[in-house]
């Protein structure tokens, strides 16, 4: 996982750099354009830099270029990256599947988990996060409930029914170490995402009623960013875009 930069590297003037700022760049653009198009110019969305499987210097690299929020779905890998990049001041994001023996795992670098699903992960982490909270002092743990778009599951791509929302969103606004952020989804696959994205508007518009601190749409990803902005979306995770096709995996 190590891969430290030279001097000319970290003052990012190395190839690698230099790619990684025009790709930034020009998704920095795109949000900017969709945000117009949406009419909410200055409400911009969070950027997230998803870097899984990339190598720990592309997110020094990137911290070099201003980025704050990054993205991870496997704890091995971003636990040892979160480590080795302590320095940098960035903000974690855990955004894939979870298990709930990762949780104790997780809850020591991740400001976020963006993939709640289910009570048995909200009990762990919140067990978790207290334990944490004990030990250093950590702030709660903020919390997004992942919906499930899919009308048919044998196409599922993750997340609670959207029925099961106020039951969850009940449970993490119940536990003290945990703080009920908003809602996450994937678009289908294989389907426009527009529709999908107002539907997530909808169920967020729900919560948000029972729940007023819970304003948060995760949403969003390269291919259909702009669909996102366009119905609330609050923090995209952009990866490909950025940092381009991923490394081969020995």
């Known amino acids: 996982m190590t891969d430290h930069l030279a001097g000319g590297e970290a003052a990012g003037n190395d190839p690698r750099s ?3 700022a025009e790709r930034l760049a020009a ?9 117009e198009a949406a009419g909410r110019r200055d409400r911009l969305p969070s950027l997230i ?3 899984k499987f990339h190598p720990a210097a592309d997110i020094r690299r990137l911290a070099a270029l201003g980025v704050t929020d990054v993205g991870e779905n496997r704890d091995q890998e971003a636990a040892a990256k979160a480590e080795e990049l302590v320095d940098c001041g960035l903000t974690w994001h855990f955004v894939g599947q979870l298990q709930t023996k990762k949780a104790k795992s997780v809850v020591r670098y991740a400001s976020a ?3 709640v699903d289910r009570p048995q992960l909200v009990a762990a982490l919140a067990k978790a996060a207290r334990d944490e909270m004990d030990a250093t002092g950590r702030a709660p743990l903020d919390c997004f409930i992942q919906v499930s778009l899919e009308d048919d599951a044998g196409a599922h791509r993750g997340g609670a029914a959207p029925a099961d929302v106020p039951g969850l969103a009940e449970g993490i606004a119940a536990e003290g170490s945990l703080r009920l952020a908003g809602i996450m989804a994937v678009a289908p696959l294989g389907l426009p ?3 999908a994205f107002e539907k997530l508007a909808g169920i967020s518009s729900r919560l948000v ?6 304003t948060a749409i995760s949403a969003g990803m390269s291919q259909d960013l702009e669909a996102a902005v366009m119905f609330g979306a609050t ?3 952009i990866g490909s875009d950025i940092l381009g096709s991923r490394p081969a995996v020995g």
Not at 27 to 35: G, L, N, Q
Not at 209 to 214: E, L, Q, R
Request: net charge positive; glycine share 6%; hydrophobic share 45%.
């Open 209 to 214: 009623a029972g729940h007023p601190g819970a």
């Open 113 to 115: 988990v963006h993939s």
């Open 27 to 35: 998704v920095r653009r795109r949000i900017s354009a969709a945000a």
């Open 18 to 20: 230099l790619e990684l």
């Open 193 to 195: 995402p527009a529709p």
């Open 235 to 237: 923090h995209l995770r």
């Open 49 to 51: 830099v998803v870097t």
